[in-house]
């Protein structure tokens, strides 16, 4: 039987003394009656001696009762509890006082008797056992008498050991009662322990348990005991420094999980096995992992194997590993990733960063330089061919001078609507995009704004027609809301056909403002609609240099829309026309109410 720690502790001193109490006394149970019985036999040696010379004994064996030795017999041991029986050396009984006379001849054999074989052995024997004729249990004590005429026989005297049952019962009945008094006497000590020593001992092991299992708020009892006290003070030390601890270690790990998880980056810890132990929301996002997934299943859902080589390469360096990937799917992304391994060969961290958006502005900015320098170089190879011309001679010529003064005048006027251009580019997408923000009225921004074009549109039979509505009202820069509304009415004519329709309307929806430019030109194709916008990109090259323009106005009429809080949206069939739409936000005093 296991037992607990304390009552083991508590009965530590106790063991020994019941232990010796319990030997003892079972040494008593089981010796003493042998030990008194083995006494009452030596005893009876000396009674049988008596019994010898008390008895005449006859000098010849007849091998039957004799009535006379009989009679001696009984009278001898009349008023004791003795029995004196005489036999035979060969075994036959011929007087026993227990027995009548006519008993005596059926009585059995008695030369297997142990005292009797050890009196015709040694001349005397004694045994203790169970006697068959009385059913107790007897002491016997047999001696060897020879006649004057040489004749052998056995004097036997036995007493039944009464006296031997009834020490076994007071000495049980002791032993009993020392045992209660031994066991209340350990309950009594028992519980005096429990209470000063070990009830406080035991109040102090289970708060250290309790530390051990992470609750260093258990309370800690301060027990009376000095040593005890001492313990209690020294765990409660113990408790609150490693509360301390923690509490650092977790504010520190949640600031770094906050950081972590705020982070625009894509984060991946992986330990010095290459399990995965955190991933932030930016890492899965990049990936496209379901928030769900446990971070030892993200290596396996992102489905890269670059990664996991990455890390593995890092693990095994010093130097941080950086990589580029392009994934297509949900959506095209490069990623750039960086791999360092911890300090202390503790693991990896992956920062991964989406650099999709600065690809596309380096490889923007790289075409905007090419196409910079095309639109600069095809001009100024112009200029500077009229200037050679002009230099060699031909100023001489006064209609060929003039004719190549009049080209030169247009490169340079083409240069300047370029730079101008480039400028306004400049502008809106700076800080500053809209200059002194005021209400404007985009129906007088039309007017204005077809003043210029009324020749070219005449020039071409283009009709160009206002179509009356409301007046909308937005908060904005003017001069760039004359600029937005310039080139979508110069783009309209541009790419009309001679006879062609331009229409223009003007109108507010809900708290937006619109501003729709059609025509009836030769139209966009599907697969240039998403590019248009873009700077220095023309659907038809040769034709868009035949009409002069920069390359930039499209451009500049999406930069402007999105200065003004706006969006462009754009329609358009093959040999049908175009529809630039234009939302703006209304200004808050005049915004119109919803439709309907």
Known sequence: MHLPFSPKLRLAALWPAATALLVVAVLLYLQLPGILATAAARDLDDTARLAERALELPEAATGVPDPDLQGAAQRWVRGTSLRLTVIESGGRVVADSARAADQVAAMEDHSDRPEVRAALARGQGSDVRESDTTGLETAYAARLVTTPGGTPW???????????????????????????LAALLIALLSWWLGRQLFRPLAALIAAADAFGRGDYRHPVPAPGAPELATLGRALERIAAEARRQIDAVESERDLLRSTVAGMAEGVLMADRAGRVR???????????????????????????????????????????????????????????????????????????????????????????????????????????????TLVDGAVEERETARRFSERILDQCRRLGELLADLLTLSRLEGAGALRAPEPVDLAEMVAEALEPFAARAAAKRIRIEVEPGPPPI??????????????????????????????????????????????????????????????????????????????????????????????????????????????????EARAAPPPG
């Open 474 to 587: 937005v908060r904005g820069d003017a001069d760039g809301l004359l600029r937005l509304i310039s080139n979508l009415i110069d783009n309209a004519l541009k790419y009309n056909r001679e006879g062609g329709r331009v229409a223009i309307r003007t109108s507010a929806e809900g708290e937006q403002a619109a501003l729709e430019v059609a025509d009836t030109g030769i139209g966009i194709p599907a697969a240039a609609l998403p590019r248009i916008f873009e700077r220095f990109y023309r659907v038809d090259k040769g034709r868009a240099r035949e009409e002069g323009g920069t390359g930039l106005g499209l451009a500049i009429v999406k930069h402007v829309a999105q200065a003004h809080g706006g969006r462009v949206e754009v329609e358009s069939e093959l040999g049908r026309g175009t529809t630039f739409r234009v939302w703006l936000p209304l200004h």
């Open 154 to 180: 056995i004097v036997r005297v036995a007493l039944p050991l009464s006296s031997v049952g009834s020490v076994r019962r007071h000495l049980s009945r002791a032993l009993l009662l020392s045992a209660l």
């Open 278 to 388: 955190l991933v932030n929301p930016a890492f899965r996002a990049l990936f496209a992992l379901p928030a769900s997934a446990a971070p030892a299943e993200v290596l396996d859902l992102a489905r890269e194997p670059r990664l996991t080589d990455l890390l593995s390469r890092a693990q095994a360096g010093s130097e941080t590993r950086v990589e580029q990937i392009e994934r297509l799917e949900p959506q095209r992304r490069i990623l750039a990733l960086a791999a360092t391994r911890l300090a202390g060969h503790q693991g990896v961290v992956l920062v991964a960063r989406d650099v999709t958006e600065s690809e596309r502005l380096h490889e923007m900015r790289r075409d905007f330089v090419a196409n910079v320098s095309h639109e600069l170089r095809t001009p100024l190879a112009a200029i500077q061919g009229y200037a050679e």
